[in-house]
């Protein structure tokens, strides 16, 4: 897991708090992506960037704002988050946004709202 | 948008077994990939089938793909205990993956 890494791993966090995660991958890849991943639910993509350019934004609120300042860090902005945004967020990275590209995940962080 | 769903959604099976786990999508796809998750950690990616291909192997996986059917199977010949994982199917939707909601496999030593 050290091609990309995510800080913190575990965050707890008040409604009305503002904190960001980090992630940065260390493959020299294009593109970028965050994912949300709830119990019993498919993982739900949020984010794309491609060579530091927003690509997808998949209709989420936006108390969750992203950030990509080059192509190898990745920022998820977090602030008046709900108890329901509780959940394992997960950054990935690409050779490029395209298909037949293999992603590679990140540990994770494990977010809880109180 | 299409989606992978995985089939059972979870499965228990003794050490030396197979386990056989199934997907079903619902558009036509370029490829499709499986993915297997530890507990709480990231995904890892285990193996890509393209459309034009029919069966796949790596180690001891076997990836079929049925595109009349719409469906993949992922089978783990002489399970061992670190199989224990979620896994994950997802499929092309131009730039992007939908993944399912997963296979948890518990494998009992």
């Known amino acids: 897991e050290t091609g990309v890494t995510q800080t913190p791993r575990h965050l707890v966090m008040g409604m009305t708090n503002k904190k960001s995660l980090k992630c940065e991958q260390h493959?020299?890849?294009?593109?970028m992506y965050w994912y949300k991943q709830s119990a019993k639910k498919p993982l739900e993509l949020m984010f794309v960037y491609s060579l530091e350019e927003r690509v997808e934004n998949n209709s989420v609120p936006s108390r969750f704002s992203p950030e990509c300042p080059n192509s190898s860090h990745l920022f998820l902005h977090l602030h008046t988050l709900q108890p329901e945004d509780s959940a394992l967020y997960l950054c990935?990275?690409?050779?490029?946004?395209?298909?037949?590209?293999?992603?590679?995940f990140g540990p994770g962080t494990r977010l809880t709202v109180l | 948008s299409q989606q992978g769903e995985e089939d059972p959604q979870a499965l228990s099976i003794q050490e030396g077994e197979n386990a056989t786990m199934n997907c079903s999508y619902k558009t036509s796809i370029n490829n499709l990939q499986w993915y297997r998750q530890n507990s709480g950690r990231g995904l890892v990616h285990l193996i890509l089938i393209r459309s034009n291909e029919r069966e796949k192997h790596s180690g001891r996986l076997r990836v079929t793909l049925d595109t009349s059917k719409k469906s993949s199977s992922l089978l783990i010949t002489a399970s061992r205990a670190a199989d224990t994982a979620s896994y994950f199917c997802?499929?092309?939707?131009?730039?992007?993956?939908?993944f399912g909601t997963g296979t948890r496999l518990k494998v009992l030593a």
């Open positions: 997802a499929t092309d939707e131009g730039y992007k993956y939908i």
């Open positions: 493959l020299g890849h294009n593109a």
């Open positions: 990935a990275s690409s050779q490029a946004p395209g298909t037949y590209n293999e992603q590679f």
